[in-house]
């Protein structure tokens, strides 16, 4: 063959050819003289092939559910998840189960869903494990979202950015406001929430989501509140803080109604003495919650910074209504919640060590929000989670002083006949009932373990 691009001379023989006479020069004759049927034949092959853009056969999925596959993205999770252990200055738990060991925990806990978000070959997948029969092996289905990275395909502005304007807002962010979460949220139901992915979720009653990097900072009860054109009695969606707490069927706990014996801490509109705004919807939540536990409130001065971690550490449940920090760069330090003595930041919160396993509500903003991670958020909630906390309640945007106090008391009373994730649910349904627009409900999800009601 001559040089790359020329080609052979005409009256030369090509290398595959044999005598003239031969099987060989036979059969390449007869080829060449039914060229176009050949390519006719070839040319959906050919045009499949370069329409995958990475030579990849045609048939090749683009979220994988074979078992290498699979295997691969859980141990990239696993090491992810180790990674930001690291990165906190922690010491990894025990590694995350392997997928032989998600499909035989799975198999004992028929009812709930397992949904895995996260990229694969510059795509954003889910991975779902659908509802099955108790003992029986689950299906897997891989489901498109969208065909970009999760960071290229929220081109969205963050939602952190969103919040509401005036001293009302549970914040001190000078950020402009966005015009309509409405149509925000819709954008973001086209993609997240497709129908695909609703399918693929048909029959559950419990679903557990593991979303990686920026998708957990995505309203996902408020997008599948919208897009399942919500009841309430829908399927709860716990966000979990790790693949081990999403599988564990030991570790699934029980929640009772909150009575007496349980100690209940209640923080409200700490004094913030002209640093920031005081929020009077918050003391008046406060005073409200902790009157249906039989409980005193801290509230102004007495909310400091000692006397809060002290009975946070004693803690069964608490809420925390006051102001809220996030930061994308700087988790630990940034995120933090204002008392009356100053801040109290990740960083002090995760070194904290629970004497019990508390529902922590985090009535403030952003609270969900900080550093983004491939194993999730370094934030408040995580903080709050490894300090030994089994559910954290938390906000993803600024949000509304008085719609707020609704639906923390709202909440409060489906605590009493439903589980956390459950229960927010239902309180952010009701307060939809009144409140149309998601700014007013939409910024809270569940993140934690999963937790089912026990009376």
């Not at 006479?21 to 049927?37: E, I, K, N, Y």
């Not at 406001?177 to 559950?204: D, F, K, Y």
């Not at 940034?334 to 002090?348: H, I, K, T």
């Amino acid at each position: 063959m001559g040089p790359r691009g020329e080609e052979p001379p005409v009256n030369e023989t090509p290398r595959y050819m044999d005598a003239p006479g031969s099987f060989g020069a036979t059969l390449v004759r007869r080829l060449l003289s039914c060229g176009w049927m050949v390519l006719l034949l070839l040319a959906p092959a050919a045009q499949a092939l370069a329409q995958s853009g990475k030579g990849e056969a045609p048939d090749r999925p683009p979220c994988p559910v074979d078992r290498t596959s699979l295997a691969r993205i859980i141990d990239r999770q696993g090491l992810a998840t180790r990674e930001m252990m690291h990165s906190r200055g922690l010491q990894p738990a025990p590694g995350e189960p392997e997928l032989v060991t998600i499909d035989q925990r799975l198999a004992q806990i028929p009812d709930r869903v397992l949904v895995l978000l996260g990229e694969h070959e510059g795509r954003s997948c889910a991975w779902v494990w659908t509802a099955g029969r108790a003992g029986q092996p689950r299906q897997v289905m891989g489901v498109l979202l969208a065909d970009t990275a999760p960071v290229q395909a929220m081109d969205l502005p963050s939602l952190g950015r969103l919040h509401l304007p005036g001293r009302s807002a549970r914040t001190v962010t000078d950020i402009p406001p966005i015009a309509s979460v409405t149509e925000l949220l819709s954008r973001l139901q086209h993609r997240w929430a497709s129908p695909a992915l609703l399918n693929a979720l048909a029959g559950a009653r419990d679903i557990v989501m593991m979303p990686t990097g920026a998708l957990a900072q995505l309203p996902w009860n408020a997008l599948m509140m919208a897009a399942r054109d919500f009841a309430p009695e829908a399927a709860p969606i716990t966000l979990a803080a790790t693949l081990g707490a999403a599988v564990s069927k030991d570790g699934l706990l029980d929640w009772s109604p909150i009575d007496a014996a349980d100690q209940v801490l209640v923080v409200g509109n700490p004094d913030y003495r002209g640093s920031l705004p005081q929020l009077p919807g918050a003391e008046t939540e406060a005073r409200l919650v902790a009157k249906a536990f039989g409980v005193e409130p801290l509230l102004g001065r007495d909310a400091t910074t000692q006397r809060v971690l002290e009975s946070l550490k004693k803690a069964d449940v608490a809420f925390l209504a006051t102001h809220g920090f996030s930061h994308p760069q700087a988790g630990l330090e940034g995120g933090a919640l204002a008392l009356s003595d100053g801040r109290v930041n990740a960083r002090e919160i995760q070194a904290l060590k629970f004497e019990k396993m508390p529902l922590i509500v985090l009535s403030a903003c952003e609270t969900g929000l900080g550093q983004v991670h491939e194993a999730g958020t370094i934030g408040l909630a995580r903080a709050f989670q490894i300090a030994g906390a089994f559910g954290v309640v938390m906000s993803l945007w600024s949000v509304d002083d008085e719609a707020t106090q609704k639906l923390m008391l709202y909440f409060v009373e489906e605590l009493q006949r439903a589980a956390p994730p459950q229960a927010l649910m239902r309180a952010q349904g009701r307060l939809r009932l009144s409140h149309p627009d998601p700014r007013h409900w939409g910024a809270f999800n569940y993140f934690g373990t999963p937790i089912r009601f026990s009376r």
